[in-house]
T-cell receptor, first 112, second 115 residues
Framework: DAKTTQPPSMDCAEGRAANLPCNHS???????VYWYRQIHSQGPQYIIH???NNETNEMASLIITEDRKSSTLILPHATLRDTAVYYC?????????????FGKGTRLHILP | NAGVMQNPRHLVRRRGQEARLRCSPM?????VYWYRQLPEEGLKFMVY????????ESGMPKERFSAEFPKEGPSILRIQQVVRGDSAAYFC?????????????FGPGTRLTVL
């Protein structure tokens, strides 16, 4: 089972920041938080990951709380092409157990 | 550098036939993962392979399903005697090496329809 909890759906106006929350209260000290998204009918796309520090790349920012029990993915200027299902994932560490456990994700609707 | 390639993109089979799904990982990647996505559901892990080895097949159904990743050529997911419940999108992902920090790169998927 997925170790994360996300709202099933969210709306965001085009051009505004989209803030997607994720709870992972049972995360272990050596587990990272990963975010993927799946645009309709496509394969999942990696967005960003982090351990405990906030991270930023060209796609998004990841804010992880100090106790690491929750995080927020921020898309700074959402566009219609950001409409997708966003998955927050906690990755197990062992190399022999490297599979991704996907939960149900958050379906993000960007409104024009 | 081409991404992960899967073929065919769409596959139609009648009940009882065999389905073969192929996955070519990104250049330089030696780890392949297969996932299945039933309609309106999230992706479910099936199997994790390295060249010529199955590392984790905990998500594979015990019967009719098999996977391989030979030394040369693509990874193959094989489904024998398909049933309607096998209709799903099958995604392959690859990564360059084991480890926590390496994101998996996904292919476009094969959509299997069983009539």
């Amino acid at each position: 089972d997925a170790k994360t909890t996300q709202p099933p759906s969210m709306d965001c106006a085009e051009g505004r920041a989209a803030n997607l929350p994720c709870n992972h209260s049972t995360i272990s000290g050596n587990e990272y938080v990963y975010w993927y998204r799946q645009i309709h009918s496509q394969g999942p796309q990696y967005i960003i990951h982090g351990l405990k520090n906030n991270e930023t790349n060209e796609m998004a920012s990841l804010i992880i709380t100090e106790d690491r029990k929750s995080s927020t993915l921020i898309l700074p200027h959402a566009t219609l092409r950001d409409t997708a299902v966003y998955y927050c994932i906690v990755r197990v560490e062992s190399g022999r157990d490297d599979k991704i456990i996907f939960g149900k994700g958050t379906r993000l609707h960007i409104l024009p | 550098n081409a991404g992960v390639m899967q073929n065919p993109r769409h596959l139609v089979r009648r009940r009882g036939q065999e389905a073969r799904l192929r996955c070519s990982p990104m250049k330089g990647h030696s780890h392949v993962y297969w996932y299945r996505q039933l309609p309106e559901e999230g992706l479910k892990f099936m199997v994790y392979l390295q060249k010529e080895n199955i590392i984790d097949e905990s998500g594979m159904p015990k019967e009719r399903f098999s996977a391989e990743f030979p030394k040369e050529g693509p990874s193959i997911l094989r489904i024998q005697q398909v049933v309607r419940g096998d209709s799903a999108a099958y995604f392959c992902a690859s990564s360059p090496w084991e480890g926590l920090r390496n994101e998996q790169f996904f292919g476009p998927g094969t959509r299997l329809t069983v009539l």
